[in-house]
């Protein structure tokens, strides 16, 4: 049996009416696709993912920061309980094949960080740019998209696939 692919969909916990429905239409767009919705399981960005893909059919996990799962949004299928608080956000991004960014804050500017230290394809959706005033970045930065569906294609594509 091939491997699942694995998408990463970060962002704030508190987000806008705007990225929740963007977030929603990522996480419906990387189930159609047959991949599994990692995120951290908490509000915001992360349940509107949660809540599309479990909309289309898909698989959600949440790795959680706290010690239970009390706290987790009602889409997530498998919890992780980590109990390290934001340190969790470096395994949000490592368990992604490739990683979706919804608009953030700065747990989300952290987990861009940690995705693009381990080479993972970043897509951005109104998320954070990596200005470093003119200086070259060592790896490829965040691709930029302007809706869901585009930003999930581009997530497959810089995967390898469609």
Not at 30 to 35: I, T
Not at 82 to 109: C, E, F, H, Q, W
Request: charged share 20%; aromatic share 4%.
């Amino acid at each position: 049996m091939p491997k699942m692919r694995c998408i990463s969909v970060i962002g704030a916990s508190s987000a806008t009416k705007e990225e929740f429905k963007i977030a929603e239409e990522v996480g419906r767009e990387v189930a159609r696709r047959g991949a599994v919705l990692i995120c951290g399981g908490l509000g915001g960005v992360m349940e509107a993912a949660a809540k599309g893909a479990k909309e289309a059919g898909g698989l959600t996990v949440g790795i959680l920061p706290g010690e239970d799962t009390s706290k987790m949004n009602p889409y997530i299928d498998i919890p992780i309980v980590t109990g390290i608080g934001y340190a969790r956000n470096a395994l949000v991004a490592y368990s992604g094949d490739a990683v979706i960014a919804v608009g953030g804050k700065l747990g989300t500017l952290s987990e861009i960080a940690y995705s693009l230290m381990m080479y993972k394809p970043v897509v951005g959706i109104n998320t954070w740019g990596l200005d470093l005033d003119g200086r070259d970045l060592d790896r490829p930065g965040p691709t930029v998209a302007t809706n869901a569906k585009e930003a999930v294609t581009k997530a497959f594509e810089a995967l390898g696939t469609k």
